[in-house]
């Protein structure tokens, strides 16, 4: 039997101060990131803009291929190499005229330059204004839903308190990933929108593994002389080898979307594999680590306030 | 074997028969997703304002025919916004014989009237509106699809999308910018006369007859692609419009060798119309004006009684048989615009399909391995439940009738990972339960037990979420989210029910198990 833990016990919420003040430092970094490049680089999706994929015959330069397309006068194109070398995808913000007229210069310009040979348009998009509106009002409400979603589910199978220490590790998780593609210079998409959802999800998952742990715990026999934040960590040293277990399968899994999945598919694996790290480390030192919190905090209180009954 | 074995058994078999029966064969039973076959994925929008506009205008237009039939003079008569008419009498003498005319217009309300100085304005009533509103997008939805049935695509979309965009998916189109012409084009055909008094010249500098205006004709020189405007004066009146059209075909153009044209035949009240007009204006220009551009103004010379015509302009035989098409499906109530378009070629789609088809294959082989190397013959027992879980996975999508997309396949590679996820919490289980003492098979027991809340937990959760992107989604979001949602109920399935069959078949009939390889 191969084992990652024999009977672990590792003392996770002790160290939970130290904790907070690694997620503080990420969310920083973070936000920090954010506010000096000044948000999000949005794509089309929900800029509104034009995306078009070239396939040369030759390899031009980035260069080359941006000489052609300035005469057109669309407003500035952002040229990027994509997967290999012949291969280009060409942004242009929202202009006055009409997508097909784009399109149509865009093809003129580039089949008007001899030094590029030739070429196939092999993806064209296109999002309106209104459209691109849309898209980022649903992408809010998107994420919203998901959290509010997630924190009834919790408060609803557990407490309170379980659900919301959840949806704050999420929000840290789903920042820190923002976070990480404002660093990478990424762009935020509709795949990168659902990669963060899939994260939401997977995140609370480890939480609840946790949760459950500790509920049946405490509800087969009254520990006696554990305090609550024993009791927690506990609950999170049982559940260790499995949550390491499954997040290197999922990081696995990321992994290779990451590194085979293609160029389309990468910013999306990229949240993931962020995403799956930050994840499990949200469950025990952010979501674990409040209910504890907070659970002292109460109890506390209402110690304090038997003694002050019993003095009176 | 104990009965309760069998009948789990056979529920197996069945899911395992069904699942093949759905899927077999996959090329025809999986349905992908544009983003993986190529071809177009078109939102417009429709102006449905315009709509109301030109309904407006057509009233005006009534109402001054009807108010010159009764002899009433009129000052003005004009259109304001989108759904009011001005009126404003010669003489207020006549007011209550407008009044009486005006009352026949139920689809507009009488406001501001000023009996005085002979004024009043119609306005069109709100339901009116609205009804207009869900017409102009009923019928361009019905016009595109007759368009698009005819252009010759298999399996398209067409569909309404909230109150006033219409979705537009063809797969497999190896022309889009020639599929995007034929839908998106207004294709309004309209006979005007020329006005032939007011010279071309004076026009141009901005002196022209409010009745008159001034449109062009567009010849592209085909060696040089540069484009020519003609300017003509035409009247604004419309003589007739290609609503009165019952047949469009496309023939050899007699007089220009190589282009062709599009010969028109009229239906019997267009046959009726078109004669007088050509019985009166013998000798005048007769403009066939589409979309707003001339594309020829030829003599009329004689009466022409048989209700035909032809539409010439150098066209190429695409050309020609595309302006067929819109002419025979009839025209847009009311223009479209493009909000969102998506258009992917075919290699780019099969490119696609390998890269996401290797990111399954691959990331599937390494979790393979390590639960084999991790667990042994328990490992073993899930790589079975994974591979039953991306059958019936796939199954499931294809006989649902789901999209596959691009990110669908991402869902799926990684539903590979959390599928496991199950058979890890169950596994972890059962070595906590032996490491307690327990007989391995009361271990197992207890195992499957103990796990299973949690993992209802951990997979509804992330059901609620996938349910809650698809209800946000646009395609290629959406599937990523059927395929995880999907993926997720499978693994329900295969990593707790199947496993525990196997599980249960492995140490079944031994009286006592002495230990189980996990």
């Given at each position: 039997?191969i084992?990652?833990?024999?009977n672990?016990?590792?003392d ?14 990420f ?8 506010v ?9 999706d ?5 995306l078009?994929q ?16 300035t ?11 994509f997967?290999?070398?012949?291969e ?22 580039l089949g008007?330059?001899a030094?590029l040979?030739?070429?196939e348009?092999?993806r064209?998009e296109?999002?309106g ?8 009002l ?6 919203v ?7 009834l589910y919790i ?7 379980g659900?919301?220490?959840a ?7 789903v920042l ?5 593609l ?8 509709l ?10 999800g997977y ?24 305090t ?7 609950a ?6 499995r949550t ?9 899994s990321?992994?290779?979307l990451l590194?085979?999945g ?10 993931l ?8 480390y ?9 209910v504890?919190?907070w659970?002292q905090?109460v109890?506390g209180?209402l110690?304090r306030?038997?003694?002050a009954?019993?003095?009176? | 074997m104990?009965r ?12 395992l ?15 992908l997703?544009?983003d ?5 994925h ?6 449905v304002?315009?709509h ?5 205008d057509r009233a005006?237009e009534?109402l001054k025919?009807?108010l ?10 004009a ?6 008419i001005a009126v404003?009498l010669a003489s ?8 009486t005319?005006?009352g026949?217009f139920?689809?507009?309300e009488?406001?501001?009237e000023?009996?005085a100085a ?6 069109m ?5 609205r009804?207009l509103h869900?017409?102009?997008v009923?019928?361009?939805l ?8 005819q ?10 999308q909230?109150a ?8 497999g189109v190896?022309d ?7 839908i998106?084009?207004t294709?309004?055909l ?5 006005d032939?008094?007011?010279?071309v010249?004076e026009?141009?500098k ?10 062009y004709?567009?010849r ?9 405007k003609?300017?003509y ?8 419009t ?5 047949r469009?075909?496309?023939q050899?153009?007699p ?21 007088e ?13 589409l979309d ?9 010379n004689?009466?022409?009684?048989g209700?035909?015509?032809?539409i ?13 098409i819109v ?6 109530p009311a ?6 378009e998506?258009?992917v070629g ?8 390998r890269?996401?088809l ?21 490992g073993?027992?899930a790589d ?5 879980n991306?059958?019936?996975?796939f ?8 999209t596959?997309?691009?990110?669908g396949?991402?869902?799926?590679a990684?539903?590979v990972?959390m599928a496991?996820?199950?058979n890890?919490l169950i ?27 949690t993992?209802?937990?951990t997979?509804l959760?992330v059901m609620?979420?996938?349910a ?19 993926g ?5 399935f ?8 196997l ?5 079944v009939g ?9």
């Amino acid at each position: 039997m191969i084992e990652l833990f024999k009977n672990p016990n590792y003392d996770f919420i002790g160290k939970r101060k130290w904790a907070y003040y690694v997620s503080i430092a990420f969310t920083l970094l973070s936000l920090g990131s954010l506010v000096v490049r000044g948000g999000l680089r949005y794509d089309i999706d929900f800029t509104g803009g034009t995306l078009m994929q070239v396939r040369f015959e030759g390899a031009p330069s980035v260069a080359q291929v941006r000489a052609s397309l300035t005469r057109i006068q669309l407003g500035e194109a952002v040229i990027q190499q994509f997967g290999d070398a012949r291969e280009f995808v060409i942004r242009l913000p929202l202009a006055a005229v009409s997508s097909e007229e784009v399109a149509r210069r865009v093809q003129a310009a580039l089949g008007g330059d001899a030094q590029l040979g030739k070429f196939e348009i092999r993806r064209v998009e296109f999002v309106g204004p209104q459209v691109g509106r849309d898209l980022q009002l649903q992408a809010i409400y998107a994420v919203v839903a998901g959290m509010i979603g997630i924190l009834l589910y919790i408060a609803m199978r557990f407490d309170l308190r379980g659900g919301v220490a959840a949806i704050i590790a999420v929000f840290h998780d789903v920042l820190v990933c923002l976070g990480a593609l404002s660093l990478t210079n990424r762009e935020f998409s509709l795949p990168v929108l659902a990669a963060l959802l899939t994260i939401i999800g997977y995140s609370v998952n480890d939480t609840i593994v946790a949760y459950d742990r500790l509920r049946e715990n405490r509800g087969r026999f009254v520990p006696k002389g554990r305090t609550f934040a024993q009791q927690m960590n506990d609950a999170v040293n049982q559940t260790l080898s499995r949550t390491i277990l499954t997040s290197l399968t999922t990081f696995f899994s990321a992994a290779v979307l990451l590194f085979f999945g293609g160029k389309t598919l990468e910013d999306f694996a990229f949240v993931l594999f962020i995403g799956v790290i930050t994840g499990t480390y949200s469950t025990t030192y952010i979501a674990a680590a409040i209910v504890v919190d907070w659970t002292q905090h109460v109890e506390g209180r209402l110690g304090r306030g038997k003694k002050a009954v019993a003095k009176a | 074997m104990p009965r309760n074995l069998w009948t789990r058994g056979i529920v197996v078999l069945v899911v395992l028969l069904g699942s093949v029966w759905y899927l077999y064969p996959p090329k025809q039973t999986l349905n992908l997703g544009l983003d993986l076959q190529g071809g177009i994925h078109l939102v417009l929008g429709v102006e449905v304002d315009k709509h109301v506009a030109s309904q407006t205008d057509r009233a005006a237009e009534d109402l001054k025919a009807q108010l010159e039939r009764k002899g009433i003079a009129v000052r003005r008569i004009a259109r304001e916004g989108n759904a009011t008419i001005a009126v404003e009498l010669a003489s207020p003498q006549a007011w209550n014989d407008l009044l009486t005319v005006a009352g026949e217009f139920q689809r507009f309300e009488r406001r501001n009237e000023e009996p005085a100085a002979g004024r009043l304005r119609l306005v069109m009533s709100e339901t009116e509106i609205r009804r207009l509103h869900d017409d102009a997008v009923r019928q361009g939805l019905e016009t595109i699809r007759n368009r698009v049935d005819q252009f010759g695509v298999a399996e398209p979309v067409i569909t309404r999308q909230g109150a006033e965009r219409i979705l537009i998916q063809l797969p497999g189109v190896q022309d889009p910018t020639r599929a995007k012409a034929l839908i998106g084009r207004t294709a309004l055909l309209e006979f005007k006369l020329l006005d032939e008094r007011t010279p071309v010249e004076e026009a141009l500098k901005g002196s022209l007859p409010e009745s008159s205006e001034v449109l062009y004709q567009r010849r592209v020189d085909k060696e040089t692609k540069t484009e020519r405007k003609v300017p003509y004066v035409v009247q604004k009146r419309t003589l007739l419009t290609g609503a009165e059209l019952t047949r469009a075909e496309v023939q050899a153009d007699p007089n220009s060798p190589g282009n062709w044209q599009v010969a028109i035949e009229f239906t019997s009240t267009g046959t009726r119309i078109f004669g007088e007009v050509t019985e009166q204006n013998v000798g005048r220009h007769l403009a066939i004006v589409l979309d707003g551009n001339v594309y020829s103004a030829p003599r009329i010379n004689e009466r022409i009684p048989g209700g035909r015509a032809v539409i010439t302009g150098q066209f190429t035989v695409d050309e020609a048989r595309d302006l067929a098409i819109v002419l025979r499906a009839g025209a847009l109530p009311a223009p479209v615009t493009i909000l969102e378009e998506r258009t992917v070629g075919p290699s780019l789609g099969a490119d696609s399909v390998r890269q996401g088809l290797i990111a399954i294959t691959a990331s599937a082989a390494v979790v393979f391995v390590f639960m084999l190397f991790y667990y042994r013959l328990s490992g073993l027992i899930a790589d079975v439940a994974l591979g039953l879980n991306l059958l019936i996975l796939f199954a499931a999508m294809a006989a649902f009738g789901a999209t596959l997309t691009l990110p669908g396949l991402a869902g799926i590679a990684l539903t590979v990972g959390m599928a496991v996820d199950t058979n890890i919490l169950i596994f972890e289980r059962i070595r906590e339960e032996l490491r307690l003492g327990k007989t391995p098979r009361s271990a197992v027991d207890a195992g499957f037990t103990r796990a299973l809340r949690t993992i209802i937990d951990t997979h509804l959760t992330v059901m609620v979420t996938a349910a809650i992107l698809y209800n946000f989604g646009t395609g290629s979001v959406k599937g990523f989210a059927v395929s995880l949602f999907v993926g997720l109920a499978a693994s329900l399935f295969t990593a707790y029910f199947f496993t525990r069959l196997l599980f249960d078949l492995a140490y079944v009939g031994r009286r006592k198990v002495e230990a189980i390889s996990i």
